[in-house]
Structures are given as C-alpha cells and as structure tokens.
C-alpha cells in the first residue's frame, strides 16, 4: 500500500549519546503503528533557502490517523524527551492522499 502521510523531521543534534537513546527506542515504536522509514540521513544538500538541518527523517505511513496515534502514544511520550532534549528539531505531516 502507497504511503500517503509522510512526517518530515529537521534537527540539529547537540547531544549525541541522548539522542541515540532515541533512535534505538523510537524504532520500533513507529513500526509497530504503521511507520516505515523512508530516509534517515545527515547527508543533505540544501538547494535554496535558509534552513540547514543537521540531520532529516521521513516517515511513510497509511494515514494522518495512524501518524497522529503514533506520535501521540503513551509509547513515543514516553521517549520524546529524549529527543526533544537533544535536539533542536521541527516535525511535520504532510498529508499526500
């Protein structure tokens, strides 16, 4: 099925160690609602405007729904000071039906 809710997180990273904590335990969150990783990378290359993230995530899922109850669940709250606590970061849905 063709993913068509993509989540786009931009971060800048300033703690490391904290922020892999994040990584090895949102994982299996999102795949356990739905998510597939799309791109994990900080290997960007900006072609216009201002904003330079240090590191980008997307993320496919089936619906705005599936997107919002991962995000919003008791799991990911449990784990988002992680990575709200290293990282300067924005996130989005971006809703492609």
């Given amino acids: 099925m063709k993913k068509t809710v993509m989540v786009i997180l931009i971060e800048s990273v300033h703690d490391p160690v904290r922020y892999a904590e994040y990584v090895a335990a949102v994982k ?6 739905g998510g597939e990783y799309i791109a994990r990378s900080n290997k960007i290359t900006a072609f216009c405007g201002t904003i330079k993230p ?40 971006i809703d492609n039906d």
């Fill in 54 to 93: 240090e590191r980008s995530i997307v993320i496919g899922f089936d619906s705005l729904a599936q997107a919002e109850s991962c995000f919003n669940s008791p799991e990911y709250r449990a784990v988002k000071h992680l990575r709200e606590d290293s990282t300067l970061s924005s996130a989005f849905f």
């Fill in 28 to 33: 299996d969150i999102v795949e356990q609602h």
